[in-house]
């Protein structure tokens, strides 16, 4: 039961879910905790455009939230459980806490949902 959505369309209740931002801005990325998806997943980071956010389950792992902004801020699968952004399912990291590349660092620090520091 691994995370497989990010760059997808949204559905008419996920765009409803995303549609609650209260005092969020424009890049403000959002998590909604949820009881479960349709089908099974740990998290999901499809949003709808100019609404950034992931979903999470209640159920997840410890590091799904950070591997699902990690896909909002730009990142990928990897087919590496020591890395926060294995596609192989975040209960699956062998090595926690699980490494982030210095080029995945620099992909999302030049997201432009990123704040320059
Ligand atoms: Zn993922």
Known sequence: MSEVVFMGQTTAEQNTLFGNRNFMGGNDL????VRST???YNGCAAH???RPGCVVVRSASRW???HEFGHVLGLNHV??????????GTFNITNP???LTAAESTTMRNSNLSTPL
């Open 97 to 99: 806490p699980p490494d």
């Open 48 to 50: 709808p455009a100019g």
């Open 64 to 66: 799904t939230l950070a």
């Open 79 to 88: 087919s590496n459980n020591d890395r926060l952004m294995t596609g192989l």
């Open 30 to 33: 959002v998590v909604y905790y």
């Open 38 to 40: 349709v089908p099974g």
